[in-house]
């Protein structure tokens, strides 16, 4: 029997999309393999948890998932015929006056090849799209197959075409720009053969892991990142050169500019297909010399004399 997909994610049937993203990423990351190395358990729950996201996630997915369960997520399901066939057999199955037919306009000879099949609603998708009239075979589809790999940071956000080794077959990937962590892709035609000649295949369903970055952090489709300043960079400002995914740029430091302070480059974040892209967040870092050197430790000392203020000032319990 198919796991509810709800009960897998652990959310409610009637949990808002942010609710279900957000509860994805808590799991996701309790689970992730890179967590979880050698742990078969956990690499399974993963699995399930990514599949249930990218379902619930996706608002027609989910529709038609809450409508007919994992048959609606089928590769060429007819939901429209579905419908019908399911208001076929809530009224007995009685023929309609036109002969043999049910609500639609699809007749029920040309989808069962003049037999209704006995099973249930799974049952009778398998008969519909396995066999034709007389019991002949129609041309099916082959099962979908699951993989998963890990790319790295940079990959994932710009988007790369990447050959990997699949069952022993290389496979063609476009990853597109903005995958994330749990993203899953989807390979036309890479998935199990199908079991009668002339048929199509599945699809290979690539689940996405993202190796992290040893600079750059994500939230969302806005990217941050830690840049050291140098005293003097720090205090009379500058202008320093800004690593960013697609490419270095120069920007403007203010003078008295102090650790922790921030600045925003528009745009210069996660682009996806469809949306407004992220921005990179830089976040200052003043570097202090580390050297004993006596002109060093002077000029420090002599800093000192004007910094008046408590720096701790109303930072207390």
Same mark, same amino acid.
């Not at 579905?82 to 989808?111: H, T």
């Not at 396995?130 to 002949?136: D, E, V």
């Not at 199509?200 to 489709?221: C, I, K, M």
């Given at each position: ?121 799974? #049952? ?55 995958? #994330? ?137």
């Amino acid at each position: 029997m198919a796991k509810d997909l709800y009960a897998v994610l652990g959310v409610d049937k009637t949990a808002d999309q942010d609710t279900i993203k957000k509860t994805f990423r808590k799991v996701a990351a309790k689970l992730h393999p890179d967590k979880n190395p050698g742990d078969k358990a956990a690499e399974a729950r993963f699995k399930e948890v990514s599949h249930a996201n990218d379902v619930l996630g996706d608002p027609k997915k989910r529709a038609l998932y809450d409508e007919f369960g994992e048959e609606g997520l089928r590769e060429g399901f007819d939901a429209e015929q579905a419908r019908a066939y399911k208001q076929w057999r809530g009224n007995g199955g009685a023929p309609r006056s036109g002969g043999g037919g049910f609500p639609g306009g699809v007749r029920i000879e040309d989808l069962f090849g003049g037999q209704v099949p006995g099973g249930g609603f799974g #049952d009778m998708f398998g008969d519909v799209f396995a066999r034709g009239r007389g019991g002949r075979p129609r041309r099916t589809r082959g099962a979908d197959l699951e993989a998963e790999t890990t790319i790295d940071f940079a990959s994932a956000v710009r988007g790369a075409t990447l050959s990997l080794n699949i069952g022993g077959s290389q496979v063609t990937v476009r990853i597109p720009p903005g995958a #994330d962590e749990g993203s899953r892709v989807r390979i036309a035609g890479q998935g199990q053969a199908a079991p009668v000649e002339g048929g199509q295949s599945g699809d290979l369903l690539l689940t996405l892991h993202v190796r992290p970055h040893p600079h750059f952090r994500r939230e969302g489709d806005d990217l941050h990142l830690d840049l050291p300043l140098t005293l003097p960079e720090a205090f009379h400002g500058a202008k320093v050169r800004v690593p960013t995914i697609d490419g270095g740029v120069t920007m403007k430091v203010p003078p008295r500019t102090q650790a922790g302070q921030k600045l925003r480059l528009k745009g210069k974040g996660v682009a996806r297909k469809g949306r407004e892209p992220g921005d990179l967040y830089v976040h200052f870092r003043v570097l202090v010399p580390t050297t004993d050197h006596p002109e060093v430790v002077a000029a420090i000392d002599e800093i000192a004399k004007h910094q008046v203020e408590d720096p701790r000032f109303g930072i207390e319990l």
